[in-house]
């Protein structure tokens, strides 16, 4: 292998390089970007921000105890998290191809079924807490 070759393959990316506090404000207005996008251009993410919207709230006034708050908002939460996740999938599986392939197809099949399992986590994790 030469040395050119070798070099080029330990190289990271050029965006990376900011360390410190700039890399943390970056951080920040990345994250925002993100957030923004994903409830420009995802339905599901949007439709989960207003769930989140109503139930993060309503697990503050129902009757539970604080750690039952407390897995009630972070099982909405996770849900927004697994949305944000499976969105990057999809965008960068689309970004790669956007020709049918079994395996693009498996990918965004995984991503949708780990959301799935993180929603039926909420149904699970309010019935639990509200019941007992």
């Known amino acids: 292998m030469s040395e050119t070759s070798s070099r080029s393959q330990d190289q990271e990316s050029p965006f990376k ?18 957030l923004r996008a994903a409830y420009r251009h995802e339905d599901a993410f949007r439709q989960e921000v207003w769930l989140a ?8 006034v129902l009757p539970a105890t ?9 099982s909405v939460l996770l849900v ?15 970004r790669i191809s956007l020709e049918n ?3 693009s197809k498996r990918a965004k ?15 699970a994790t309010w019935a639990l807490v509200l019941a007992g």
Do not use: C, Q
């Not at 951080?27 to 993100?34: I, K, Q, R, V």
């Not at 919207?53 to 503050?60: E, F, K, N, R, S």
């Not at 604080?66 to 972070?74: I, S, Y």
């Not at 099949?109 to 149904?123: C, E, K, Q, R, W």
């Open 53 to 60: 919207v109503i139930m993060i709230p309503l697990a503050l």
């Open 109 to 123: 099949d995984i991503g949708s079924a780990a959301v799935m399992l993180a929603l039926i986590n909420v149904i």
């Open 101 to 103: 392939h079994n395996l």
């Open 66 to 74: 604080n750690l039952g708050r407390v897995m009630m908002v972070t």
């Open 80 to 94: 927004l998290i697994v949305e944000l996740i499976n969105s990057a999938i999809e965008a960068a599986i689309d």
């Open 17 to 34: 390089g900011k360390t410190g506090l700039r890399r943390l404000w970056n951080a920040f207005f990345y994250t925002l970007d993100g």
